[in-house]
């Protein structure tokens, strides 16, 4: 299987001290990898860091052999990605938010857009305006303008924010089948602990900034009775620091 993400002793520290820290992993073609972590554990700095929002202290990200820091363009080339909000154009139709999404990639025509719209469950909606739309219209415009060139490789902060329980069974859906017919390969980081455990088959728990482990789901669901407890073990086994000495 091929190599698609090579994260190499990464670490982003700010002054409050919260980051990463030496995280190492590598993500292969048709993952659907879960990155699972509390809010604050320093998930949303590494997509930051490997997408190119933010430079690390130390280390570097490859997406297709490219690395981020030296080779941007290249890297990023086949890469759809949402970092923290899925942003659109207010005053402007879902339609339309596409085609601007559109002009930086060759060969996305109108049919592209509305194949997108369908998938992600809005196609009734494209003619209406995103100052309308709900947090979970808006997230599904979000990752149907990141799935818009087909790409490779899709990073997605927290998609499942904001929608309702049918939306999340229609995301799964579409990472699933995306995954499966087009052999995308899809980055996800999420507190929703039963949602990443029904979507990935691959796991990584961060916590306090630091990596405590990857595993499949398979391989997890084999030893523990869900991801939960698999969650809470790692946690209580690697990741506790004392909050001060006793």
């Not at 509390?38 to 490859?62: C, E, Q, S, W, Y």
């Not at 630091?210 to 991801?227: F, G, H, P, Q, W």
């Amino acid at each position: 299987m091929d190599k698609v993400i090579e994260i190499q002793n990464l670490s982003k520290l700010y002054p409050n001290g919260r980051g990463i820290h030496e995280i190492n992993l590598d993500i292969y073609q048709g993952d659907i990898f879960g990155f699972l972590g509390p809010n604050g554990a320093g998930k949303t700095t590494a997509m930051k860091v490997m997408t190119g929002l933010i430079r690390p202290d130390r280390g570097d990200v490859r997406i297709s052999g490219y690395s981020v820091i030296e080779d941007y363009e290249k890297a990023m080339a086949k890469v759809g990605c949402i970092i923290e909000t899925a942003e659109s154009y207010p005053y402007l139709s879902a339609f339309d938010n596409l085609k601007q999404a559109a002009r930086y990639y060759p060969g996305v025509d109108h049919k592209r857009m509305d194949e997108v719209l369908e998938l992600t469950g809005i196609l009734r909606y494209k003619n209406e305006k995103p100052r309308k739309f709900s947090l979970g219209m808006k997230q599904r415009l979000g990752i149907a303008a990141a799935i818009l060139s087909r790409p490779q490789i899709v990073i997605l902060d927290e998609p499942l924010n904001g929608l309702d329980v049918e939306g999340m069974i229609d995301m799964r859906k579409l990472i699933k089948h995306l995954a499966e017919t087009e052999q995308t390969t899809f980055f996800i980081s999420s507190h929703l602990i039963h949602d990443v455990e029904l979507t990935c088959n691959r796991i990584g728990v961060v916590y306090n900034g630091r990596m405590l482990n990857v595993e499949s789901m398979d391989s997890i669901l084999k030893n523990y009775a869900t991801l939960e407890n698999y969650f809470v073990s790692e946690v209580e086994r690697n990741g506790r620091v004392p909050s001060r000495a006793s």
